[in-house]
C-alpha cells in the first residue's frame, strides 16, 4: 500500500483531515496502515540531497564508535545498558544507514527507525557534552525525525499536534476567539482579588509581550492569570497577542520542518506588528527553544535572531526579584527539602543554570535547596522530553525512563520539585502517579505569588473602606 487514508506522507491541513485522525482511537487504524506504507525511496534521496550537511555528515563520519556517550544516556542505563541504546549505536543503525544506503530502505527498517527516534531519545542533547569530539545525536535525531515525518513514519500524537499547528498555529485546537475570551475570563475572574488587574491583548509598543503554551488556555487558564498578577505586581507595561500568542512547536518534536516555519513565523508576525521591547515566553522548555533558539533559523533570518530581543519566564523572575519589582516576604520562603528540575532546552541549551539557582536564593530558606545529582547543564532529562511524554504507543518505554529522575529526587529527600517547564512538570506528575514516591511538584508562578510582599495601593479594598 504506497499511501493509508490515514498514515501518508502528506502533512494534515484540514479540519476534516485531523477529525478524522482523532476519531481513530489511539491510532490503531493509522498504525495498521503504517504496517504497509512504501518507502518513497526517490523523495528519500532528493531529500537528503537537499538536507544532508556537512556537519551531519562530518559527525557520521567521524564518530570513533568509542562508547564514552554510553554513560550519558539515561535511557542506555535505565534500559540494562543495553548496547542498542548507546546514543552512538542508536544514530548509526538509523539516520548512518539511510545515508549509507542513500534511501535504499524499506519498511520495516522505516518503523525500527521511528521507534528508536520516538522512544530511544529525547534529543536532549547531553550526549554531545561527553563526545570528544562534540559530536551531538539530539541534533541528528531531530533531522532523522524529519526524514521519518516526510516519510509518514510519525507517531499518531505527533502528526495530530503537526495539524493543529498548521491549521490553528497551536498545539491544541484553541481559536483566536477562544484565546481572547481566555484573557477577558481571568481578568475578570481575578479581578477582584487584583484590582485593577488587566490582560491586555495587541498593544502596541509595550516593554514586554508575552507568549504561552497552549495548553494553558485549553486546561490551566489559571496559568494565565498568575502571569497577569505577577506582571501587574512587578508595574509591567505589557501585552500578549491576539494571534501568535503560541510559543510551542510540537512541529519541533514531530520533525516537521515546514510546520516548524510556519509556526514561528506566526510569532514573529505578532512581533512585528505589535512591536514590543521584548518577548517574554511562558515557563516551558522546548517552547523557547522553538521560537528563539531555532526559530529564527526555520524562518530564514540571517541574523540568528528573533525579530525583538526574546527572554525565558525563568530569566524575567530573576531580573524582577533582582530589580525589587517583586518582593518576596521572607516569612514565606520554602522551609521544606526542594530540589530544582533542570530542563535541559534552557539550561543545557540556554545556559540559566545560575539564573536559576539566583531565584531560588530568593524562594528557599537557606539549607533547604537539595540539588539533585547530576545537576544544572549535566542533569538528565525528566524522561518525558522530546515529545516522549504524549506518544501512547512508547508509554511503557516512557514510564521506564521516568526512573532515572524518580531516583534522582529520592536521593535528595526533597518533597517539593520546581520545575519551570511543561514537559518536566508533566513527567514529574506522571512520575509520582506511577511510582508513588510522596512528592509535590510546582511552576514558579504559584509559588512566587504565594511569597510576593503586595503593595497596599494593589491590595483589595475591604468592605466600607472610602474609594477616593
Known sequence: ??????????????????????????????????????????????????????????????????????????????????????????????????????????????LMAMETAWSKCTCCNR?????????????????????????????????????????FH???????????????????????????????????????????????????????????????????????????????????????????????????????????????????GHAHRATVVEGPYWAG????????PSIHYVQWVAEALRTGKLKIDPAKRLKVPVTYQDSCNYIRNWGLAETAREILSYLVEPGYLREMTPNKEYNYCCGGGGGFNGIGKFRPMRNKALLTKRDQILSTGAKLVIAPCHNCWDAIRDLEEEYRIGIDWSFLKPLLIKMVIVPDHLKPKEEGQDEA
Open 301 to 308: 533570518r540571517s541574523d540568528g535572531q528573533p525579530p525583538a
Open 127 to 167: 550526549c554531545g557534552m561527553y563526545c570528544p569530539y562534540g559530536i551531538d545525536m539530539g541534533i541528528m535525531f531531530g533531522y532523522l525525525r524529519g526524514l521519518l515525518f516526510s516519510q509518514g513514519f510519525v507517531p499518531w500524537e505527533l502528526k495530530i499536534g503537526s495539524g493543529m499547528h498548521r491549521i
Open 1 to 110: 500500500m504506497p499511501e493509508g487514508k490515514l498514515c501518508n506522507k502528506q502533512p494534515v491541513t484540514t479540519k476534516e483531515q485531523l477529525d478524522a485522525l482523532l476519531a481513530d482511537t489511539r491510532g490503531r487504524v493509522y498504525y495498521e496502515e503504517m504496517k504497509s506504507l512504501e518507502v518513497d525511496k526517490e523523495k528519500l534521496r532528493n531529500s537528503l540531497k537537499a538536507s544532508l550537511k556537512s556537519r551531519t555528515k562530518t559527525w557520521l563520519e567521524m564518530c570513533a564508535h568509542c562508547g564514552l556517550c554510553a554513560d550519558s544516556c539515561f535511557l542506555y542505563t535505565v534500559n540494562g545498558r543495553d548496547p542498542k541504546q548507546v546514543p552512538a549505536y542508536k544514530i548509526q543503525s538509523t539516520l548512518g544507514e539511510i545515508v549509507k544506503r542513500n534511501g535504499d530502505v524499506d519498511n520495516e527498517f522505516m
Open 170 to 284: 497551536a498545539q491544541m485546537d484553541v481559536t483566536t476567539e477562544d484565546w481572547v475570551e481566555t484573557c477577558e475570563w481571568m481578568a475578570e475572574e481575578n479581578g477582584e482579588e487584583w484590582p485593577g488587574l488587566e490582560i491586555p491583548v495587541d498593544k502596541e509598543d509595550a516593554d514586554i509581550m508575552y507568549t504561552c503554551n497552549a495548553r494553558e488556555p485549553k486546561h490551566y487558564p489559571e496559568d494565565l492569570a498568575e502571569a497577569a498578577i505577577l506582571f501587574h505586581l512587578a508595574g509591567e507595561n505589557w501585552t500578549v497577542p491576539a494571534e501568535g500568542w503560541e510559543q510551542t512547536s510540537l512541529t519541533m518534536f514531530a520533525g516537521d520542518w515546514e510546520g516548524c516555519k510556519q509556526q514561528v513565523l506566526n510569532v514573529y508576525s505578532a512581533i512585528e506588528r505589535l512591536k514590543p521591547k521584548r518577548v517574554i515566553g511562558t515557563e516551558c
